[in-house]
């Protein structure tokens, strides 16, 4: 195969041609410009280099992937009689180089030329000096995870449509107002012109070309309404610093146990009311939690918020070789075998006591409890059916009665009580921890409903009997 020398033009007059561009251009037996419009084909005609270009692809394909592969594929085909020089705006950033560097076969001879690119000319033309710049296309920019704190320079903004995508992308790091700057290029001479405009108008203006780029400043953290991961772990770190907050700076991870838990159980509560608003906030705080602990361990040289998300993403894949692997899984239950028998061999269990076992004694203790019964209900051990294991219930809590009666201390048989609740509710389907958070809700609003009643009625709470409470509260329950 011939030798394919891609060489950037710039997106400019003949004074932005490198000497080694311009040499490898009148040399070159045969030359392809991506584009005729552009404003370095007025140089070459004036040089008398003959040229093609690929603009008749431009009008067959709709679709630019298949357009970059059409072009170079057909590069390439060319490459096999006679070397050609390529030439393309900015070899750095074209999507046909990337699509000619995919296809080429092995051994091909494809040697580029950088040159002044359309970034460098951008970037040429802000006020102030950038000393770190972020570069994409926009179409790769809308699959890239990027800072909003970070200068953002986006290239061949060629559409309306890939404007308005953009737009939406940034919405989401940083508000509408913020000021960006605009570029665009007249493509016959290639003189470009910025305008500062706000970002809710960066798909409002009058033309897009393969000219177009946007210049998006970074945005403090603090000048934002809306944040990512890496905001979270900046404010969290600002609150545990020397001049800090004094509450944040006293925590520990023992401390913070009991607000990981409850924060769970809201997080439950508005999911069972279906309240999407709390959902997300309830969430946030479950994930202020997380940065917190990570925070403090970060601070021990223990862990960090990385070695977090990197174990659960590994243990993810690992463990769902159905997916990223070549373990068959059709169902559901084939998905929750697969991963049993993962953990079992990881761990070296070999049986099922010591699968129960294994269950750990951080999880609240009825939720313990359900998972060591299921572990029972995997060999067979276990109730027909929620109703024959009621009867179980009653059992235990005739023991109890008899220990309250003999004044025995009835502790045990209260564990075997809970314990046996729990079977009837795992054969429910149902959780334990949930409904229970549920009925201690479900008391709190009954017993609201008895005070304002009391209240209503002039009297006070203090001074009636139970029984004369219960009046109130059985019409409370009445209402329901």
């Known amino acids: 195969m011939e030798l394919l020398t891609i060489v950037t033009l710039g997106t400019g007059a003949e004074e932005y041609l490198t000497r080694g561009v311009e040499r490898a251009l009148k040399e070159a037996q045969h030359v392809v410009l991506r584009t005729g419009r552009h404003p370095m084909r007025t140089y070459l005609e004036k040089e008398n280099i003959a040229f093609e270009t690929l603009d008749a692809l431009y009008d067959k394909y709709e679709d630019f992937d298949d357009f970059n592969t059409a072009a170079a594929r057909t590069l390439l085909d060319l490459c096999r009689r006679e070397p050609v020089c390529y030439a393309v705006s900015d070899a750095s950033f074209d999507t046909t180089v990337a699509a000619i560097q995919q296809q080429k076969p092995a051994g091909a001879k494809v040697r580029i030329l950088p040159g002044v690119s359309h970034a460098e000319r951008c970037l040429s033309m802000l006020e102030s000096h950038q000393d770190a710049v972020r570069l994409y296309t926009a179409a790769a920019f809308l699959n890239a995870r990027v800072s909003p704190e970070e200068d953002l320079l986006l290239l061949e903004v060629h559409t309306r449509e890939s404007a308005g995508d953009c737009k939406l992308k940034l919405l989401d790091l940083m508000p509408e107002e913020t000021k960006i700057v605009f570029i665009s290029g007249d493509e016959e001479t290639g003189e470009l012109k910025s305008k500062s405009v706000a970002l809710y108008e960066m798909d409002r203006q009058k033309k897009y070309d393969h000219l177009t780029a946007v210049f998006v400043p970074g945005v403090d953290y603090l000048s934002r309404t809306r944040f990512d991961m890496d905001d979270l772990m900046r404010v969290v770190g600002r609150l545990r610093a020397p001049d800090g907050c004094p509450w944040d700076r006293e925590q520990t991870h023992e401390s913070l146990l009991k607000d990981l838990l409850e924060e769970c159980y809201e997080f439950i509560q508005a999911v069972r009311d279906g309240d999407i608003d709390h959902m997300y906030d309830e969430l946030g705080d479950v994930l202020l939690q997380v940065a917190l602990h990570a925070q403090i361990a970060s601070e021990h040289g223990d862990f960090t918020i990385n070695d977090v998300t990197s174990a659960i993403a590994y243990k993810m894949i690992e463990r769902h070789t159905h997916v ?119 008391f709190i609003d009954r017993f609201r409903k008895m005070e304002n009643a009391i209240k209503k009625a002039g009297k006070c709470l203090e001074d009636l009997t139970l029984s004369e409470m219960d009046v109130y509260w059985n019409a409370g329950k009445r209402d329901e």
């Open 324 to 442: 990223f692997g070549q373990v068959h899984a059709e169902t559901s239950d084939d998905v929750l075998n697969n991963w049993e028998a993962l953990k079992r061999s990881q761990r070296g269990i070999t049986t099922q006591t010591q699968a129960m076992e294994n269950v750990s004694t951080g999880l609240s203790t009825l939720l313990r409890a359900h998972k060591v019964q299921h572990k029972a209900h995997k060999v067979g051990f276990d109730f027909d059916s929620a109703l024959e294991a009621l009867s179980k219930v009653y059992e235990e809590a005739d023991e109890v009665k008899e220990n309250l009666l003999e004044g025995v201390d009835p502790e045990k048989e209260l564990g075997d009580l809970f314990f046996a609740a729990v079977n009837v509710s795992r054969l429910c389907g149902k959780d334990a921890d949930i409904a229970l958070f549920g009925a201690t809700n479900k």
